[in-house]
């Protein structure tokens, strides 16, 4: 039987644009994207819920149709993750149709949801045989060529008809087909499917969902706190923002934008479902949620927000879903996925203006594309200089791409989810997500420009050459060189200790760069000083540049205060600032006096209106003595 090997049959030139090089994996990674994965995972609401107690009631729904039912366990990582199975066996049963019983075909959406264990709903169906009565078994197929036209009675014929699995009509013919009608529920229910991924349906309910493992991970990488601000800039269908409200025990505020009403009120809806009070929800375009002029307010009225609003962040981008599993076919032109990254920045571009200093930024999507995963990373820390790639823990997936414009160790730092990188019997949709910290770096990278002193805290390296275009570019190394081959103990967690330690060190070295800074023009008086003295009182070229520079760059530092001073703002900052502004005023005073002694100021209106005469100094006598 006819299977698809990769998804790209329709744009087969789009397998040459997952990666920006040659790369061997791509033959694999288009056969993995066809299967379905080998799991299925459940996300409990612990705030309603006990996963013990719903773990037996999957165990027992299994036991009703399988005699054999696939294994369910609770992850020891993640106490609110359940995962099921596949079914055994599944190799030598249920792989070919059955002989003598009718067909019914489905477009390739409704396809890949079978693979997955769903039954099949009527507006999926796209043809069922005339005569084909309720309560009988038949042979499920999916149309990959998407030829079949809808309500097709006789045997559809296609070199590239799939067959998927067997199940029992629930539907007539009648009840699916004809004008005026708009079917609901289910048509076909599966009984076994060639993935052998149980067919349970989907058991959904305010106290367990349906959500694939990476999804669930990137809950836990944003790591969310109690009481914290969070911003969740693409929500909608609410399955992420819902276990972020989960994670904190719905204490703090939690506000859910998306763009479109019909996308923000499914995420409402699961929203009252589960009675959470932290989560706000607006429709509302997020690349425009940055307002730069907003005073600050309440926030839970609704975008745009102030600069520097939420604590964290977690920007899952809209993408070209290439990671979604069984991808049967793709309808995505080359065109199409270029257009993807340029969105995915402008919504970049106001997270980092909506994150607060010190905060945490996740970057998440659900496709292969490397454009759309290390390229997006390396352009945001290209772009920001104030980010800072942080190691997205817990890592479950493997690293990033190889060849990609990530080194080595931003390649360790990130994950994604493929087909190499699991631990068994972990093995879902191809995911990609990184986390950034914003830390203090613009000001420390003026620091550097303004006095040319590299510090060796930050370890700027200019190493970083690539062989194509043969041109050197500056990166930061913020990771550790140590890697003890000591375990640690139980409970003990070193990448976090040494995460937090690293984040204390550098925000104190920033601010102490700061106050260096900040000092920097009030230690230039002396030398203006003694330059003024040295270069006299006459009016000559050597003095007059001197003062012009005296009084040009002092001014010229306060005007671009805003964007010197990044690192100043927050709640450090101000003393800072402050400092800064006054030790140009002083300066800017100084010189100002030196052109008044050296006359070159204006003293009499004289010296700006033309028909206004000189001033004259008056003579006095008396006594015979001129008093002057």
Not at 21 to 40: G, Y
Not at 282 to 296: G, V
Not at 413 to 438: C, H, M, N, T
Request: net charge positive; glycine share 8%; hydrophobic share 40%.
């Amino acid at each position: 039987m006819f299977y698809p090997r990769t998804p790209f049959t329709k744009y087969p030139e789009v397998e040459s644009q997952i990666f920006k090089r040659n790369n061997p994996i791509v033959k694999d990674l288009c056969e993995w994207l066809c299967k379905a994965p080998k799991c299925t995972t459940y996300r409990v609401n612990l705030l309603q819920a006990n996963a013990e107690v719903l773990k037996n009631q999957l165990e027992a729904e299994l036991l009703k149709k399988y005699p054999n039912p696939p294994k369910v366990h609770i992850s020891s990582q993640f106490p609110e993750l359940i995962s099921v199975s596949n079914l055994h066996s599944v190799e030598s049963q249920n792989s070919s149709p059955q002989e003598g019983l009718n067909e019914i075909i489905v477009d390739t959406s409704c396809g890949a949801s079978i693979l997955r264990g769903a039954h099949i709903y009527a507006p999926g169906v796209m043809a069922m045989r005339s005569g084909t009565k309720v309560g009988e078994n038949v042979n499920v197929y999916t149309d990959i060529e998407a030829k079949c036209k809808k309500g097709t009675s006789a045997v559809y014929e296609s070199a590239m008809k799939t067959f998927l699995g067997i199940g029992t009509v629930r539907m007539a013919r009648y009840q699916l087909f004809g004008e005026n009608i708009d079917p609901r529920g289910i048509a076909v229910e599966m009984n076994h499917t060639i993935s052998g991924v149980p067919s349970i349906g989907d058991l959904s309910s305010p106290t367990a969902l349906l959500q694939n493992f990476p999804s669930i991970v990137c809950g836990r990488v944003l790591d969310p706190q109690p009481n914290e601000t969070i911003l969740d800039m693409c929500s909608a269908p609410g399955n992420k923002t819902t276990h972020l409200a989960e994670l904190i025990k719905d204490s703090g505020v939690i506000i859910g934008l998306d763009k479109t009403e019909s996308k923000i009120e499914l995420v409402r809806k699961k929203v009252s479902e589960r009675n959470l009070k932290s989560i706000k929800c607006f429709a509302f375009d997020s690349t425009k949620a940055l307002a730069e002029n907003t005073e600050i307010s309440d926030i839970t009225k609704g975008p745009p927000f102030p600069p520097e609003s939420f604590d964290r962040i977690l920007l899952d981008a809209p993408c070209s879903a290439l990671g979604n599993r069984p991808l049967l076919n793709c309808n995505l032109s080359t065109k199409m996925l270029q257009s993807y990254p340029k969105v995915q920045r402008k919504l970049f571009k106001a997270a980092v203006g909506l994150l607060r200093k010190q905060g945490i930024l996740v970057y998440s999507t659900c496709t292969i594309m490397e454009s759309e995963n290390e390229g997006i990373v390396r352009w945001a820390l290209d772009s920001f200089p104030e980010l800072r790639l942080i190691k997205a823990d817990p890592i479950i997936g493997g690293s990033g791409v190889e060849g990609s414009e990530l080194t080595d160790e931003e390649r360790k730092l990130v994950q994604r989810f493929g087909p190499e990188g699991y631990d068994d019997p972990v093995d879902s949709v191809g995911f990609f997500i990184a986390k950034f910290y914003l830390n203090f770096l613009p000001f420390g990278q003026i620091f550097v420009l303004l006095s040319g002193v590299i510090y060796s805290r930050t370890n700027f390296i200019n190493m970083t050459t690539k062989s194509s275009a043969k041109k050197f570019k500056w990166s930061l190394d913020f990771t550790t060189s140590k890697n003890p081959d000591i375990p640690a103990p139980p409970g003990f967690n070193p990448s976090v200790s040494q995460s937090h330690t690293e984040i204390v060190k550098d925000h104190h070295l920033m601010i102490k760069k700061s106050w260096d800074i900040a000092l920097g023009p009030i230690k230039q008086l002396p030398m203006n000083l003694f330059i003024m003295y040295m270069a006299g009182n006459s009016i000559s070229i050597f003095p007059i540049m001197m003062v012009g520079m005296m009084l040009i760059r002092p001014i010229k530092a306060m005007f671009s205060t805003q964007t010197t001073a990044k690192l100043g703002e927050g709640s450090h900052g101000s003393g800072q600032k402050i400092t800064y502004i006054l030790g140009n005023l002083a300066n800017v005073a100084l010189a100002l006096y030196k052109c008044q002694s050296m006359g070159l100021l204006p003293t009499h209106a004289s010296d700006w209106l033309a028909f206004v005469e000189p001033q004259t100094r008056l003579e006095y006598y008396g006594g015979g003595i001129s008093l002057v």
